[in-house]
């Protein structure tokens, strides 16, 4: 939750020493909160998926939002796309 909201954060958890050595794919950030013996109910089993890809932003979706100032989030250029614009093409490009 605290990496979508405030989305400097993920850099910081993608320099910790425990990530940079598991990689930052989905997978690997995944495998770090791996619940030994407790398989855990499907409202765990979502959430730890979502936050693996909230973080490990394969579709960089997140390095697009943290690159552009808060009071940029909203404006609209002329002859450049805009980051609601450029998010919207990420979205159908995938």
């Keep these: 939750m605290l990496t979508t909201r405030y989305p400097g954060l993920r850099r910081l958890f ?3 020493k425990k990530v940079q050595r598991a990689g930052n794919s989905q997978d690997m950030i995944s495998a770090l909160w791996v619940r030994v ?5 499907r409202e765990w089993l979502f959430f730890w998926r979502f936050a693996a890809s909230c973080i490990s932003d394969e579709r960089k979706v997140g390095a697009m939002l943290e690159d552009t100032p808060p009071p940029q989030l909203g404006c609209v250029y002329i002859g450049e796309l805009s980051i609601i614009e450029r998010l919207l093409v990420e979205s159908q490009c995938k």
């Excluded at 013996?37 to 109910?41: A, L, N, Q, V």
């Design 37 to 41: 013996g407790c398989p855990g109910d």
């Design 14 to 16: 993608l320099r910790c």
